[in-house]
């Protein structure tokens, strides 16, 4: 089946624009996740949402941070007043969370740059 | 002290050996662990996850958990050029809000013809 899709895969943006990026999870996966990962560097947990709960916000790196998701399915990850430490490729994740599994599938990533 | 560390490499394998891989976790309420494989450019891709302390195989792969000694790791066996990649520790905690994981830094492994 289809698996994790993310759009747009890059993004130039100048300094203090806003950005949205989009995830599209696994069908029938209720937990979807945000990542950020620098060149180099490893993965950095941004927000978690699981069904209809409120999300764990809590790796959110600033208030210029924010993150929504549709009707328990599409996700969409706002940046405003972008900066350039936010340069970084975001990943989007997603799992079938109700089993004792964890298993996170990652989509393609969709590659920030902020001139 | 990371809650999730990882020797960052590069770990140079010749092709035909085996590479072995550590991980070690801070949380002994951990619970579930997965490795990831990661090429250059590309997203991370799930290849093993394991729950109970022993081995688990799954073709030239084998994860071994000691959760006594808070260790996870990844063999590959008759390493190919192809295996060359970043290979990511995850680690899943029940204590932890919902799924979510904690990655290490991962280690970069180099598999030479």
């Known amino acids: 089946g289809a698996g994790v899709s993310q759009s747009p895969s890059n993004k130039v943006t100048e300094k203090g624009k806003d950005v949205e990026l989009r995830c599209d999870p696994i069908?029938?996966?209720?937990?979807l996740y945000w990542y950020r990962q620098s060149l180099g560097q490893g993965l950095e947990f941004l927000i978690y949402?699981?069904?209809?709960?409120?999300?764990?916000k809590s790796g959110l790196p600033s208030d210029r941070f924010s993150a929504e998701r549709t009707g328990g399915s599409v996700s969409t990850l706002t940046i405003q007043r972008t900066q350039q430490e936010d340069s970084a490729v975001y990943l989007c994740?997603?799992?079938?969370?109700?089993?004792?599994?964890?298993?996170?599938?990652f989509g393609p990533g969709t590659r920030l740059t902020v001139t | 002290q990371k809650e999730v560390e990882q020797n960052s490499g590069p770990l140079s394998v010749p092709e035909g050996a085996i590479a072995s891989l550590n991980c070690t976790y801070s949380?002994?309420?951990?619970?579930?662990f997965f490795w990831y494989r990661q090429y250059s450019g590309k997203s991370p891709e799930l290849i093993m996850f394991?729950?109970?302390?022993g081995d688990k195989e799954d073709g030239r792969f084998t994860a071994q958990l000691n959760k006594a000694s808070q260790y996870v790791s990844l063999l590959i066996r008759d390493s190919q050029p192809s295996d060359s990649a970043t290979y990511l520790c995850?680690?899943?905690?029940?204590?932890?809000?919902?799924?979510?994981?904690?990655f290490g830094g991962g280690t970069r492994v180099l598999v030479k013809p």
């Open positions: 995850a680690v899943g905690s029940y204590k932890a809000a919902g799924n979510k994981l904690t």
């Open positions: 949380d002994r309420g951990s619970q579930s």
């Open positions: 394991i729950y109970s302390n």
């Open positions: 949402f699981q069904g209809n709960s409120a999300p764990d």
């Open positions: 994740a997603s799992s079938f969370a109700g089993t004792a599994n964890y298993e996170q599938y």
């Open positions: 069908s029938g996966h209720t937990a």
